[in-house]
């Protein structure tokens, strides 16, 4: 911290000599609490905690519990009732992967089409997302990228630890922010951030990251079965589905509701593979059939345009590899050792 | 000038202050002033941390997080761990002292019986053996490299947990530094995890204590609220009760009851260590 004072040699010495004399009267002690920053007898410390330690009455306590529950207030309209929508996540400007998706779609019946936000980000040509969401009337939520570029952020906000992963965060954000036209990027501005839709009887609830917030990562192995009940039952949804953390997964809760993160088109598993991934959703005769399905397209013509975009070896390699080599601390430590990097 | 209040807008992580303020080592920067015969806390028996796990589940809780003092000296740890790993992701914060290979290895078992993660996360807070023992005692930091050595064998992977106890530890070069270090270890995938200092417990006496203006009033209300706070999202379960946070387990106001139900209501930001949690963005978390 940048606020020290710098102290002249002899003062110095005799602080460490103090300190070192109070440091070993902290060490030594027994039945002797550190409440603070003093040294105070444990029952003291014992008896002042169970004080403090302020018990709620069984009916403050019951009142505590429902106003956590009931903070979510949704007016959100319902869509629907469909026999079976396909839904994307993020695209990261990947455009082939998104026609590829909207024709498999169609061809597999979807009766509507959703995408969960995050158009932009590591791939060429932002704007060219564009055109192809309108014509075939996909229904978008409002990503944490779109948010941030409708706002006129200069960042994507993630806030990375590792200096190499901001490098990478920043480049793509600010490549992404060029390369979108104002009209584009107020169009984002209105998206919504969730949705509700109807599949047979059960009730959807569609997010970027999570109900909770838009920028959270729901990953398979660092989110408890206990987590997602307790958003269900406040959301009052059979069903999440969400994207945001890149990779797919879905989990059939014992309640017997889902959560459904349908990965990304914009770049690969982290799988070794270059397949990207998307979700079918459909009515069945006992509730919600859900089909994860990898995706096939024109990989290499998307990592040509990327080269000639000047955009980092980095991110071609994983266009063309499969395997993720940016942006990897947000990975928990199952899906961080399933990867190469 | 009045203290302003945080809610509970959620309970994402509960703590564990499993081996109470009991370590192996007594760090100059310990802001719970932990050390071998410190027994403000004690350590948590299994039995208590499963009536937690059993309370967090019907509270939606999402993740589990156990520290102390050494959550290694607590006997019943594995154990405890293996219990965590049935109710969700789980994380250990350590010193690393402990990690001989036989652990290691068991601990990689509970890892792969598991659907969720285990993250060890082992402190260092230096790069060289100089720095890191100034702080920590003689032959701290090649014990726990020895340890990440050890946890990298059994195949997990451990997350560097360096505190910026010195200045250029922060920095673009400093972080640099660590990456470098851990991946000199054989590490191909290195995972680090920055935390500032608390000006509090050992660290008070190490350095330098809070002064009067450090701490917040109403006025330093964010325009989004206090979500960015970790006492907004999660709570502290300890031997003697649910306190707000990890770092306020030496405040005997920090407690706020016996049982998690207790503790959902608001809390004041009464303490200085809640300007640092507020003007450097603390979370505690992985
Ligand atoms: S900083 Fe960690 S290892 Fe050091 S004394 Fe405190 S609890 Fe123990
Ligand atoms: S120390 Fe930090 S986490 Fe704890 S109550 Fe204060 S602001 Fe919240």
Redesign the pocket.
């Known amino acids: 911290m940048s606020n020290r004072v710098p102290e002249d040699d002899e003062v110095k010495r005799e602080r460490a000599a103090d300190k070192a004399a109070e440091r070993a009267r902290l060490v030594a002690h027994r039945g002797l609490a550190t409440w603070g920053e003093k040294l105070v007898p444990l029952g003291d410390f014992r008896r002042a905690a169970a004080e403090s330690g302020s018990v709620l009455t069984p009916a403050q306590r019951a009142a505590a519990g429902e106003a956590l529950l009931a903070q979510c207030e949704d007016s959100t309209p319902i869509e629907g009732p469909y026999d079976r929508i396909a839904v994307c996540g993020g695209i990261y400007n990947n455009h082939l992967a998104l026609a590829a998706f909207l024709d498999r779609a169609r061809a597999e019946g979807a009766e509507a089409l959703y995408c969960l936000g995050d158009l932009g980000g590591f791939g060429p040509s932002p704007e060219k997302v564009w055109p192809l969401l309108v014509d075939a009337e996909v229904r978008v939520n409002q990503g944490n990228y779109e948010q941030s570029l409708a706002s006129g952020r200069e960042d994507c906000n993630c806030g990375y630890t590792d200096p190499r992963d901001n490098h990478f965060a920043r480049l793509s954000y600010e490549y992404t922010a060029r390369g979108c036209s104002s009209d584009f990027k107020s169009w984002m501005g209105q998206l919504p951030a969730r949705r509700r839709v109807l599949v047979g009887d059960r009730e959807l609830l569609l997010v970027h990251g999570s109900p909770r917030r838009v920028n959270e990562f729901l990953f398979e192995t660092a989110t408890s079965t206990a987590y997602l009940e307790g958003l269900l039952d406040q959301e009052g949804a059979d069903g999440i589905l969400c994207t945001h953390s890149g990779l797919h997964w879905h989990r059939r809760l014992p309640s017997g509701r889902d959560l459904v993160n349908v990965g990304v088109l914009g770049r690969p598993a982290n799988d070794g593979t270059p397949r990207v991934w998307y979700a079918v959703l459909e009515s069945t005769s006992d509730g919600l059939g859900v089909h994860l399905t990898p995706l096939d397209y024109d990989h290499q013509a998307l990592a040509a345009e990327m080269r000639s975009e000047g955009l980092p070896p980095e991110f071609i390699a994983t266009i063309e590899g499969g395997w993720w080599t940016t942006c990897l601390e947000i990975l928990p430590a199952k899906e961080r050792g399933r990867g190469r990097f | 000038m009045s203290t302003p209040n ?1 809610s509970l807008s959620s309970l994402d992580t509960l703590w564990f202050q499993v081996a109470g303020t009991v370590c192996n080592l007594a760090c100059t920067h310990c802001f719970i002033s932990c050390s071998p015969t410190n027994h403000t806390h004690e350590m948590m028996d299994l039995a208590t941390v499963r009536t937690y796990l059993e309370e967090a589940a019907t509270l939606g809780v999402k993740e589990t997080y156990f520290t102390g003092g050494e959550p290694f000296l607590n006997p019943d740890m594995e154990a405890i761990l293996e219990a965590a790993l049935a109710f969700g992701p789980t994380s250990v914060l350590t010193n690393g002292l402990l990690l001989d290979p036989e652990r290691c290895r068991r601990l990689s078992g509970l890892s792969e019986r598991s659907d969720y993660s285990l993250d060890l996360r082992v402190s260092l807070d230096g790069y060289t053996a100089e720095e890191h023992d100034a702080i920590r005692g003689a032959g701290a930091f090649g014990r726990a490299l020895e340890g990440i050595r050890n946890l990298h064998s059994a195949g997990l992977n451990p997350v560097i947990t360096v505190t910026e106890v010195y200045d250029e530890n922060g920095s673009v070069a400093g972080k640099q530094r660590f990456f470098d270090l851990i991946a000199g270890l054989g590490i191909t995938r290195p995972r680090l995890k920055m935390m500032p200092v ?1 000006q509090i417990g050992a660290e008070a006496e190490r350095h330098a204590a809070y002064e009067s203006w450090q701490r ?1 009033s109403e006025t330093d209300t964010p325009e989004g609220g ?1 979500d960015h ?4 999202n ?1 709570r502290m379960a300890t031997g003697q009760g649910v306190w ?5 387990v030496n405040e005997p106001s ?1 407690k706020m009851g016996e049982r998690l139900a207790d503790t959902l209501g608001d ?1 004041p ?1 009464g ?1 200085s ?2 300007w ?3 003007v450097y963005g ?1 979370s505690c978390r992985t």
């Open positions: 945080v608390f917040l206090w706070l970790q006492c907004s999660s707000v946070c990890p770092i306020l920090g809390f930001l303490h260590a809640c640092t949690c507020h603390v």
